[in-house]
């Protein structure tokens, strides 16, 4: 049964998740977002994604942070142009 649910490699990623929160001093509070569940469960979901390594600092911070900005503003378009007349 064990083997049937990957108890280990599940407990490893815990342990690893964990430790990425003490060692960088997370708020737990991130726990709680629906995009902290949803980014582990794509990623333990998705098999084909091997070798994948996370974003980068300079990539977090750069061009992932300009397209967030732009996915946030894109709704506010209409209504700027609005705003402004």
């Known amino acids: 049964m064990e083997s049937s649910f990957n108890i280990q490699a599940r407990d490893a990623l815990d342990y690893e998740i964990g430790r990425m929160f003490y060692a960088s001093g997370l708020s737990f ?11 582990f469960s794509y990623a333990a979901n998705t098999s084909n994604l091997s070798g994948y390594v996370p974003p980068s600092y300079n990539k977090l911070r750069g ?13 506010f378009g209409t209504y700027k ?5």
Request: aromatic fraction near 10%; charge should be positive.
């Open 63 to 75: 061009p992932l942070l300009a397209k967030e900005r732009i996915h946030v503003e894109k709704p």
């Open 81 to 85: 142009k609005f705003m402004e007349k």
């Open 29 to 39: 509070n991130l726990a709680r977002s629906p995009y902290y569940i949803s980014v």
